[in-house]
Structures are given as structure tokens and as C-alpha cells.
């Protein structure tokens, strides 16, 4: 199996990671930097089999589902591929949520079980107690109360494996958005959307991740970005996360050079706070790639930090319901000495992506004139919860293409 091709055999999610396990067992897959641990390849399989094991024991079945509230770290990693892996459906929450916003996100899911850490242990309690029907809560980093579970003993649950669900259109994770709606709504990615857009990523030649890049795991895992783009293709090509849980100009800058960092996903404000730095030169050495995404970048920014640090800038697309990306620069073939394109354009669509502008009536506009974005591709959600409202999904009877 060719690293490219790794999504393309996947059923499941978790099947990525059983796959490079089994591929390089002894290769680092995750680097957590706040919990300074290091887990293999083997390893984090090993804690997704037994996780899988221990929500099984607990009573959960396939297509209920699972939120937390995490930081970046191998618990969100191990609890997402775990989740994944037993058929149930991952609801990331961001760990800053205000109280409310997490009493609304358990609400509308239907969440069975709240996964949460020493930083989130507090909201998620209060969130619980004011739902009428309360998810039951595990905590990692945090002694239990009564009434919860500890994370631990969830994790130590049994060495029994478990089976994945073998249908890839599976509901895999729960995602709540705003970007095409204006309220949050929690849009629905199946493993076929999340596997297919892996695999669209990984076709662009070159491809942004290869298997002996140390990928910075900065961008948030709740957010699609950072749990598909990101986290999705170090599953895909094996290649090394190290996991960061905050940014700071000069720590983050200074960390890319301490763990050897190669590939740099990062959003535009990464961009602005490290251009015009006198050491990001010498900080970005070895960085072969920044990716940007997640909002515009300013041309001028990118401009300048590609060139103080002589790294290639690029720039993507994308929405929560494409499971996200849609376009990039990298299809221009900048990497590969093609003709640079527009500083101030996106890219365009990854291999198996079609685009359309149309206006307001659906109609195609002309070239250059303001519109609709009309995606269609194997990686679109299967609408939004709960019913599955606006599902533009291949597997869908309505019309095949989404608005972006």
C-alpha cells in the first residue's frame, strides 16, 4: 500500500492508524510538548484498541455519540480514534466553550459520554448538571467525582478488540459550524467525506505531507482543519505530530527549530506575528512548508515571511461540511516550479474536487464576477444534524453540489 493511496483502502478512520502500526511500529506518531511524551506508532494503537475496548465495556454502541472538550494532546487523539473506531461519533468541542455553548452542544447531539481534561473538568460539570438527560463524564488529569468515570480506567477498559463498523458512509464526528448557516449547526461528516478529502490532499503532487515530516500540531484538533487537514494526514503518511496546545510568537517559533519541525500548518495570524521577525530566518531553517488556511491571508505577510525565511508559503480553502479542504495553492504548481500564483488567491481545487461560481439563482457567472461557490465531491458532509438537512452528500438523492 502506497503512503498516498492509505485513505483510499481505509474504511474507517481509525483504520489509518492500525495501518502505520502495523507499517512502522517503532516510528514516533505523536509528540505531546505540554505532557513531554512521546507515543509510537504501536503505541498509540495500542491506547485506541484499549480505549475502543473500554467505551465498549461501558455500554456504548455504535452511533452514539461521544463529545470533549480537550486540549490538543494524545488524549483527544486517542479518544477520537477510539470513539471512531467503535462505530461511535466523535462531537469535538472547543475547550473554551463557555458554559452555555457546552449545555447547547451536549443538548443538540445527544451526547452519551463528555470527555474532559484538568483545564475543562469545571465547565463540562457545570454543563452536565443542566442538562435534563446528563451525558455521563470522564475526566483525564483530574481525580473523578462521584458519579463520573475516570478516564483511566475507561482507557485500561479490556484488551478485547473491537470491530469497526465496515460502512464508510458511518456518521464519524459531529462537527458544529457556522460558516454557510450563521447558527451553529452541527454538520455531519461521515468516514467516506473525511477519508475521501485525506485522500484528495494527499494526491496533489507533490503532496504538502510526506512520511518524514514533523508536522506541527498547533491548529486546534476541534476544529476540521486541524482534526482532518492536519491530524488526517499524518494518520495518512505516518509522519510525526508534535502536539502544541497554545501559540506564542517566540515559544512556537523557537519549538519549529527544537523538535525539528518540517511542516508548519498554520492560520493567518501565525503568518503576521512571525513575518518581520529578525530570527525567523534562523528558526524556520529547516521548515520545508507553511500552510495557511482558515482565513485570508494577507499577501503582503505571506509575501514577506516566504521570503526573510526562505520557506514556501501556501495558502488553501475549505468548509466544515467539505470535510474541509477545497482548493490550494500547491495545485498551482509552485513546489514544482510552476509559475507562482496570485498572492491573493486560494488556489485551486484538489483532485477529485469540482468548483462552480454561480449567482444567487444558480445560474454559472462569468469569469470574475462575485458569486456562489458550488463544491462537488466525494467529501461532502451528509448534512446537518439531526436530520440531515441540506445534505448534498454523492449518496444523496438531492442535487449533488454545495454551497461554500
Known amino acids: 500500500m502506497s503512503e498516498q493511496g492509505a485513505a ?26 505540554v505532557r513531554d511524551m512521546t507515543l509510537t506508532w504501536a503505541e498509540l494503537d495500542d491506547q485506541v484498541d484499549s480505549l475502543s475496548a473500554g467505551l465498549s465495556a461501558a455500554g456504548l454502541v455504535a452511533g452514539q455519540r461521544v463529545a470533549f472538550a480537550l486540549a490538543n494532546s494524545t488524549t483527544f487523539v486517542v479518544s477520537y480514534l477510539a470513539v471512531a473506531r467503535c462505530g461511535l461519533v466523535a462531537v469535538p468541542m472547543n475547550p473554551h466553550s463557555a458554559t452555555g455553548e457546552l449545555v447547547r452542544m451536549l443538548a443538540d447531539s445527544g451526547a452519551r459520554l463528555v470527555v474532559g481534561d484538568s483545564t475543562t473538568a469545571d465547565a463540562l460539570r457545570a454543563a452536565v448538571a443542566d442538562q435534563e438527560t446528563a451525558p455521563a463524564l470522564a475526566v483525564d488529569g483530574a481525580p473523578a467525582e462521584p458519579g463520573e468515570r475516570p478516564y483511566d480506567e475507561l482507557l485500561a477498559g479490556g484488551r478485547a478488540r473491537v470491530v469497526s463498523p465496515a460502512d464508510p458512509e458511518n456518521l464519524a464526528a459531529l462537527l458544529y459550524t457556522s460558516g454557510t448557516s450563521g447558527r451553529p449547526r452541527g454538520a455531519m461528516l461521515s468516514h467516506r467525506a473525511l477519508l475521501a478529502n485525506i485522500e484528495q490532499v494527499a494526491a496533489v503532487e507533490p503532496p504538502p505531507t510526506r512520511p518524514d515530516d514533523v508536522v506541527l500540531g498547533l491548529l486546534p484538533l476541534f476544529h476540521v ?48 506575528a512571525w513575518a518581520g521577525r529578525p530570527d525567523a530566518a534562523e528558526l524556520l531553517a529547516g521548515v520545508r512548508l507553511v500552510l495557511s488556511g482558515a482565513g485570508p491571508l494577507d499577501p503582503e ?39 507562482r500564483p496570485d498572492p491573493a488567491a486560494v488556489g485551486g ?45 454523492p449518496t444523496a438523492g438531492g442535487p449533488p453540489a454545495t454551497l461554500g
Open 8 to 33: 483510499a483502502d481505509a474504511v474507517n478512520v481509525a483504520d489509518l492508524a492500525r495501518t502505520r502500526a502495523a507499517e512502522r511500529p517503532d516510528a514516533p506518531a505523536l509528540v505531546d510538548v
Open 225 to 272: 482543519y486541524g482534526l482532518n487537514a492536519v491530524l488526517g494526514q499524518v494518520l495518512a503518511q505516518g509522519a510525526s505530530l508534535v502536539l502544541v496546545d497554545r501559540f506564542d510568537p517566540e515559544e512556537t517559533l523557537r519549538l519549529v527549530a527544537e523538535r525539528a519541525v518540517t511542516n508548519v500548518p498554520v492560520a493567518p495570524p501565525v503568518v503576521a
Open 301 to 339: 505577510l505571506g509575501r514577506l515571511l516566504a521570503t526573510e525565511a526562505g520557506v514556501a508559503v501556501e495558502q488553501g480553502y475549505g468548509l466544515t461540511e467539505a470535510a474541509p479542504v477545497v482548493t490550494t495553492t500547491l495545485t498551482s504548481g509552485a513546489l514544482a516550479g510552476g509559475e
Open 349 to 393: 481545487p484538489l483532485p477529485g474536487v469540482e468548483i462552480e461560481v454561480r449567482d444567487p439563482c444558480g445560474s454559472l457567472v462569468a469569469r470574475d464576477d462575485p458569486g456562489q461557490v458550488w463544491v462537488r465531491g466525494p467529501n461532502l458532509f451528509s448534512g446537518y444534524w439531526p436530520d440531515g438537512a441540506d445534505d448534498r452528500s
